[in-house]
């Protein structure tokens, strides 16, 4: 089992959609979630950074952590084409020094 | 406030040939960690740096070797390319401590081994 699974998809909504992104996770010990956004042919973009269980929204966007779950989600509300990228979850503290990374999910938002 | 620079953006090279990739981090953040993203394996890590030295490390054969500079500037090195080194090169920077502070990334140099 790997540390941080995360599904690939393509995950591919309507315009104007809300789109839930997740990633589950093994090591209980993670204290610190991150989401970040990759377009092609740039680097991966941070978009949410949270602390322990909670949810904290940034616009459009919300983000949720379940310790108890070891579960994360990134909803993403009226979502837009130009949303459309991967989307990379990853985790860190607890002695983890570096973050481990999901292997990101694609969406797709069509008009 | 500058993001994190890399360059060149990309990089033609041949089996048997050596590579340095450059990364200029964000002001002021003193950590700077090396990753080797491709389609198959996503995202892994190669190295960590900070105040000039070594702080972490991934599995990745002796043929790949960074070097930080009092600037925090860094620099990444892989010898004896090989067709599987085929990959973009990311780089980011965070303030100290990237356990509890997140990394921030540069756009990265895609290498390509012919």
């Known amino acids: 089992q790997k540390e941080v699974e995360q599904d690939p998809g393509p995950l591919s909504v309507p315009e104007g959609a809300i789109v839930s992104l997740n990633c589950t996770y093994s090591?209980?010990?993670?204290?610190?979630f991150m989401w970040y956004r990759q377009y092609s042919r740039k680097g991966p973009e941070l978009l949410m950074y949270t602390y322990s269980s909670g949810n904290k929204e940034d616009g459009r966007f919300t983000a949720q952590v379940d310790k108890s779950s070891k579960y994360i989600s990134l909803f993403i509300r009226d979502s837009q084409p130009s949303d459309s990228a991967t989307y990379l979850c990853a985790m860190s503290g607890g002695g983890s020094y570096i973050p481990t990374f999901g292997r990101g999910t694609s969406l797709i938002v069509h008009p | 406030k500058a993001g994190v620079t890399q360059t060149p953006r990309y990089l033609i090279k041949t089996r048997g040939q050596q590579v340095t990739l450059s990364c200029s981090p964000i002001s002021g953040h003193r950590s700077v960690s090396w990753y080797q993203q491709t389609p198959g394996q996503g995202l892994q890590f190669l190295f960590e740096y900070f105040s000039e030295t070594q702080r972490n490390k991934g599995n990745f054969p002796g043929r790949f070797s960074g070097r930080q500079f009092s600037n925090s500037r860094s620099e990444m090195n892989v010898s004896t390319l090989e067709l599987g080194d085929s990959a973009l090169y990311l780089c980011?920077?965070?303030?100290?401590?990237?356990?509890?502070?997140?990394?921030?990334f540069g756009d990265g140099t895609r290498l390509s081994i012919l």
């Open positions: 980011a920077s965070s303030l100290e401590d990237s356990s509890n502070q997140p990394q921030h």
């Open positions: 090591n209980s010990a993670f204290q610190y």
